[in-house]
């Protein structure tokens, strides 16, 4: 992971992007339908559910940190840091996916460039896999 702390370093000075309520998954049955339906992709500290969709522009992510991985300020905490990793690391406009990031107990404690590293990541797997999907259909 060369390079991480200056990585991150520079994608703070990016403090111009803005998480629009647009961009995000709210309701419980796009929740299900990525779970049920979509692809995952596997990393250290989280695995991300993503499928395709057919109305809509770009991105939209959602977050799902069950009570097993603490207690609410823990939670809290992991969202918010999950929050600003997407804020910092997604692809504008991106392709027309939902996303589903499920974060494991070792998010707590990882260093921020690496959480940076693994989204990024994500979002590269994703952004290929749309490739695919447009390539065939």
């Known amino acids: 992971?060369?390079?991480s702390p200056q990585r991150a370093a520079n994608l703070y000075a990016q403090s111009g992007k803005k998480n629009l309520r647009g961009g995000r998954l709210l309701r419980h049955a796009d929740f299900e339908r990525v779970y049920k339906r979509g692809r995952r992709h596997f990393a250290a500290h989280m695995t991300a559910f993503y499928m395709p969709r057919t109305e809509g522009d770009g991105l939209r992510v959602g977050f799902t940190v069950g009570r097993v991985l603490g207690g609410a300020v823990e939670r809290n905490r992991m969202k918010r840091r999950l929050r600003e990793?997407?804020?910092?690391c997604r692809p504008v406009p991106g392709p027309r996916m939902d996303v589903v990031i499920n974060p494991k107990k070792t998010l707590r404690t990882v260093d921020f460039s690496v959480l940076i590293e693994e989204v990024t990541r994500a979002f590269e797997v994703i952004g290929r896999s749309a490739g695919e999907k447009a390539a065939k259909g």
């Open 1 to 3: 992971m060369s390079g």
């Open 85 to 88: 990793c997407v804020r910092l």
